[in-house]
C-alpha cells in the first residue's frame, strides 16, 4: 500500500472514531436522514421522531424525543430539524418564520426507544441485507431492492 493511501486511511478512520464518539455524547443516533426528523404526536404531545437503520441486521431503530414546549405550535408531520450546539429542535414556517422548541431536558433529554423489523422484499430472488438497506442478487451482481 502506497503511503499516501496509508495516511488518509488512518486519518479518515481517526476521524470516524471522533464522530462517533461526538454522536453518542450528544445521544443522537448515528444516522440522520438529510430532510430532517418529523413530528409524532403521543397522547396529545408532540414528540420529534428521529430514525436510522442499522448496518449489520434488518432492524430500524426510532427514536421519539419529547417536545412539550411545541405544544399547539406544530402539527403532525411537520419537519424540524435538530440543532446540538443549543439542544433545540428548529422549524420554519412561511407563515410564521423560524421558531426554536427546546428538548424537556436541555441535551440530556432521554428519548423512547422503539425497534422494528424491516421486512424482505417480495421477491423469488436471493437477498440479504447489507449496509442499512435490502440488496438482491441480480446477473449484474448485489443491487438495492
Avoid at 436510522?52 to 419529547?66: A, G, H, M, N, S
Wanted: no cysteine; proline share 7%.
Amino acid at each position: 500500500m502506497p503511503k499516501t493511501a496509508a495516511i488518509v486511511g488512518a486519518v479518515t478512520g481517526l476521524g470516524l472514531a471522533v464522530t462517533g464518539l461526538v454522536l453518542a455524547a450528544s445521544r443522537r443516533p448515528s444516522r440522520r436522514r438529510a430532510f430532517g426528523d418529523t413530528i409524532t404526536m403521543i397522547k396529545g404531545i408532540p414528540h420529534a421522531r428521529s430514525s436510522f437503520f442499522e448496518t449489520d441486521r434488518p432492524v430500524e431503530r426510532v427514536f421519539l424525543f419529547p417536545l412539550p414546549a411545541a405544544s399547539g405550535r406544530v402539527q403532525e408531520g411537520d419537519v424540524v430539524t435538530y440543532d446540538a450546539g443549543r439542544g433545540v429542535y428548529h422549524r420554519y414556517d412561511s407563515l410564521w418564520g423560524s421558531r426554536d422548541f427546546p428538548l424537556s431536558e436541555g441535551g440530556a433529554t432521554k428519548a423512547t426507544v422503539e425497534e422494528r423489523e424491516v421486512p424482505p422484499p417480495k421477491t423469488k430472488l436471493q437477498v440479504r441485507w447489507e449496509s442499512g438497506r435490502w440488496q438482491k442478487l441480480m446477473k449484474r451482481g448485489w443491487v438495492d431492492a
